[in-house]
C-alpha cells in the first residue's frame, strides 16, 4: 500500500512553545490529508482536513489558530501547535488518500503518528 | 451523522481461542467500514474494510468481518489467536465515498494470554 510518514516520531517542547509536525505521502501525490488526535487509552478524533492549496477545513471545537494546518504542496502537510500547553500532549496521526490506487475511494493510509509531550 | 460503537473496551482470550470483536454503527447513507489495528505508539494498519461488495470479508492476519445491515453490525473475528494479535483495534466508519475521513470507535484492546 501507499506510505505516509511522520515527523517527528515523538517531541517533547517547553510549555508555550510551537511545534510542527510534518505528514508527508512518500510515494503518492495527496490532495486532502487529514490529522486526528488521539489522547492515552481513547479514540482517534479528527481534528482537521488538510486541503492542498486552500485553508484547512477544522472540525467543531478544534481552535484553528492553535492549530496551523499547511498543505503547502501535494505530498506535505503540517501541522503546527502553537503556544503548546501541557494539556496538548497527545498523539497526533496524519492520514491521506492514495487517488492512484483502484480502491482510492475506500481506504485510507496512516502515518506512525507523533507523540508531543509539553512540559 | 454517522457513529460507531464498539462493544467491549477490553478483550482478553487464550491463545489459540477464538477472537470476537464487536461494532455496531449507525449511518443514514449505506456505510464504508474498517477494522484497523494499533500496536503501541504507532500508526493504525488497516485489516480488513467493507465497500458494499461481499457482506464476508477477509482481511490480513487471518481476521475476517461480517456486514449484517439487518443488526448494523461489523463484529472482528478470527478463529485461533495468537500472542502477536495483541493490541488495539478501533472500528471506523467512513463519511460516505470522502473515506479518508473517518470515524472511529472507542477502540478495544485485545489481551491474549499465553
Known amino acids: 500500500g501507499a506510505v505516509v510518514s511522520q515527523h517527528p516520531s515523538w517531541v517533547i517542547c517547553k510549555s508555550g512553545t510551537s511545534v510542527k509536525i510534518e505528514c508527508r505521502s512518500l510515494d503518492f501525490q495527496a490532495t486532502t490529508m487529514f490529522w486526528y488526535r488521539q489522547f492515552p487509552k481513547q479514540s482517534l478524533m479528527l481534528m482537521a482536513t488538510?486541503?492542498?492549496?486552500?485553508?484547512?477545513?477544522?472540525e467543531q471545537g478544534v481552535e484553528k489558530d492553535k492549530f496551523l494546518i499547511n498543505h503547502a504542496s501535494l505530498t506535505l502537510s503540517t501541522l503546527t501547535v502553537t503556544s503548546a500547553h501541557p494539556e496538548d500532549s497527545s498523539f497526533y496521526i496524519c492520514?491521506?488518500?492514495?487517488?492512484?490506487?483502484?480502491?482510492?475511494?475506500?481506504?485510507?493510509?496512516f502515518g506512525q503518528g507523533t507523540r508531543l509531550t509539553v512540559v | 451523522a454517522q457513529s460507531v460503537t464498539q462493544l467491549g473496551s477490553h478483550v482478553s482470550v487464550s491463545e489459540g481461542a477464538l477472537v470476537l470483536l464487536r461494532c455496531n454503527y449507525s449511518s443514514s447513507v449505506p456505510p464504508y467500514l474498517f477494522w484497523y489495528v494499533q500496536y503501541p505508539n504507532q500508526g493504525l494498519q488497516l485489516l480488513l474494510k467493507y465497500t458494499s461488495a461481499a457482506t464476508l470479508v477477509k482481511g490480513i492476519n487471518g481476521f475476517e468481518a461480517e456486514f449484517k445491515k439487518s443488526e448494523t453490525s461489523f463484529h472482528l473475528t478470527k478463529p485461533s489467536a495468537h500472542m502477536s494479535d495483541a493490541a488495539e483495534y478501533f472500528c471506523?466508519?467512513?463519511?460516505?465515498?470522502?473515506?479518508?475521513?473517518?470515524?472511529f470507535g472507542q477502540g478495544t484492546t485485545l489481551q491474549v494470554k499465553p
Open positions: 471506523a466508519v467512513s463519511e460516505g465515498s470522502n473515506t479518508g475521513k473517518l470515524i
Open positions: 492520514s491521506a488518500r492514495d487517488p492512484r490506487s483502484l480502491s482510492s475511494n475506500t481506504e485510507a493510509f
Open positions: 488538510s486541503n492542498e492549496g486552500s485553508k484547512a477545513t477544522y
